[in-house]
C-alpha cells in the first residue's frame, strides 16, 4: 500500500499521522503496552511506509471465557476485524491500529467471515473490496443479514477509483468507503469516530440489555418494531387517536438522480423534520421512503388537519443534497382513526398504507381512511368483480432446450365479458387493498399447476409476476414455504417475476425476501430491466436467475445506440451469472436483433401469443 506524504521533516522528526506514545491510554486503562518488538522501524518523515510494512504490534491479551461475553464498556480497546487477502495492505492496517491501541484482526478470505465474528465480537469491519470468491460487497450483504449485526459499522478500504463503485458499496450496506493511498491519521480516525459513536449509540439502547431497541441508533427515532408495538397496545384498550402513513414522492428519482447514499442521507433528514412536526407523538421510518406516525389521545375530528401539516412541513423548506444543491420533497398522507376497531396493529398498517395509495390521487395529497364495507361500491372495487383468468406465454431459448418455461399473465373478464389485462386490474387492486389476495390467488394457482406436471417428461417452470407490497408480508413467505413443503413442489420450478422500478425502492425488503425464499429453490427474475448505476448494482445485490429487458429493446431494435446498450447490459448480467430474456419480440427482425444481442431466451406473439393451454411444443421450436 502507497501511502501520499510530503517528507519534508528531518529524518528523526515523528510524523504528523503518527499518534502519540500515550494514544493507547485512551483506551486501556493505566497498564503500559508491551514494548514494540526490536525489529519495527520506527515510522519517521523519511520513511516510506509503502516500502516494507512493519509487523504488527502485539495486541493486549485477551482473556478467554467459555461463558458469553459481556458487553464492552465505552472506554474498552476498540475491536476492529480486518478482511483483506493482500498480507502487506492487511499488516500495514493492522499495524496502524495497533498503534492507535486499538485491538485488531486480519482474516484473510470471505470464507469464515462469520465465525472470526462471534469469536472477536469487532466493534467495526475493515472491509476489502476485492476479495477472492465472494467479493466485499456481497459479503457485506451476507453480513446485514445476520442477526445482530445489522448495524455493525463495515468501512471499506479500496484502491478502486471509480465513484459509481463507490456507491455501489454503500448500496451494498457499507457505512463508509475509504480511497488508499489512506494517511494513518485518516484512517484512525476513520475508524475510531465510527466505533466511538456505534458504542455511544449502543449504550443508549434497550437492546444492549438484551430487550429490542426502541430507538434506531442511526436517526435516534422510533424502531418500527416499537411503533407497532405501541399501535398494538393502543388497539387492545381502545384508545383514541390517530395513525398517519406518509409517502415521500418519486422516491425513484431521486435514487437514480442522487445516487444511494444521497437518497439515504436526504431520507433521514426527511425522517428528522417529520419527527420534529409529529413531535411529542411517535415516528418511525417504515421504509426506504415511507414513515409512519402514531398520534396516540388527539381529537380524532382533527386527523385532517395533523395529516396535511405533516405533508406542509416536508415540503416547506429545502433539502441539502451537497454542496450547494438542494432539492423540495414532496408528499402524501393516509391517516385513520385508532377508533375504528382495527383487529391489530398489522390491519391498522394495511388500511393507512391502502389509503396513501388513494391520497396519491388526490390534489390535496391527503386522504382519510373509510372502512372497507362503506367503499364497497366504489369504482376501483367494481372493477375487481369478475372472473380471475390466467393465460399462459411461452419463453423460449434460442439454443433450444426441454424445460416447458411459461409467463402466467393475469386476466379479469367481467360480467359484461370484456376482458381486462393486468395493467388494469393490477392499479385497482392496489388501490382497494386487494393486491395480497390477487396475488395470492395467482401463485396458488401456478402453485397448482407445478403440482399437476410435477411428474410430466418436459419438466414445467412458471414465471409468476408478484407486488413488492405482498411479498413485504411475512405472513405470505410464511405461507409459500408451507405450500411448496405440503405439495413437495420443486422450488426451482417457480420464479417469480419482480419489477424493476419496485425493486430499486424496496429493495432491502427485496433482499429479505429473496434470500428466504432461495433456501427452497425458488428462482427470481429482475423485469422491465433498465440500465443504470442502480439497476445494476441489483444484479448483484440480489439472488437472480433471469433478468427480462425492456420492450423498448424489442421495439427499437433497429436503432444502433439502442442495439449497443442491449449489448453491454447483456454482458453485464452474463458476468453475473444471470440470463437474459427479451420480451414482446413481434417479428423476424426484432428476434434477430435480440439473438445478435446475446440473450438467451426470447418471448413474444413471433413465437406464439398468450394462451389458455400449455402446449407449446418446446422441444421442436426453431427459432
Known sequence: ????????????????????????????????????????????????????????????????????????GLDAPYRVLIVEDDRSQALFAQSVLHGAGMQATVHSDAEGVQQAIAENRPDLILMDLHLPGLDGMRLTALIRQQPGQQLLPIVFLSGDPDPERQFEVLDSGADDFLSKPIRPRHLIAAVSNRIRRARAQAATQPGAHGAPAMNNPETGLPTRHHVMQQLGACLAHRDHGGLFFIEVASALGLRERYGYAAFERLMIQAAQRLADTAHPHLLARLNDNSFLVLARGIDEEGLDAVARNLREQLSARAFVIRDDESVHLRG??????????????????????????????????????VRREDVAAQEHLALLEGQLELAYQPIVAVAGGNTAQYQVLLRLRQADGSVLAAGQVIPAAEAAGRIADLDQQVLDHALGLLDLYRHATQPLSLFVSQSLRTLARDAFADWLLESLERRQIDGSALIIDVRLPDALIHTVTLQQFCNRLSAAGVRFCLSQFEPGSEADALLSQLPLSFVRMAARFSSSHANQATRDELRGAIELAHRAGLQIIGQQIEDPQAAAAMWMGGVDFIQGNMVQSAGSELNFDFHNAVL
Open 1 to 72: 500500500m502507497a501511502v501520499h506524504d510530503n517528507a519534508v521533516a528531518s529524518t528523526r522528526a515523528v510524523r504528523a499521522e503518527t499518534p502519540p506514545a500515550d494514544h493507547w491510554q485512551r483506551w486501556a486503562g493505566a497498564a503500559a503496552p508491551e514494548p514494540a518488538p526490536s525489529n519495527v522501524v520506527p515510522l519517521t518523515a523519511g520513511t516510506p511506509i509503502s516500502a516494507t510494512p512493519p509487523p504488527p504490534l502485539p495486541a493486549a491479551p485477551v482473556a478467554v471465557d467459555e461463558a458469553p461475553l459481556p458487553p464492552l
Open 332 to 369: 402524501v398522507v393516509g391517516h385513520a382513526q385508532l377508533s375504528l376497531g382495527f383487529s391489530d396493529a398489522g390491519a391498522a398498517l394495511e388500511a393507512v398504507e391502502r389509503t396513501t395509495l388513494q391520497a396519491r390521487l388526490l390534489s390535496a395529497g391527503v386522504a382519510a381512511h
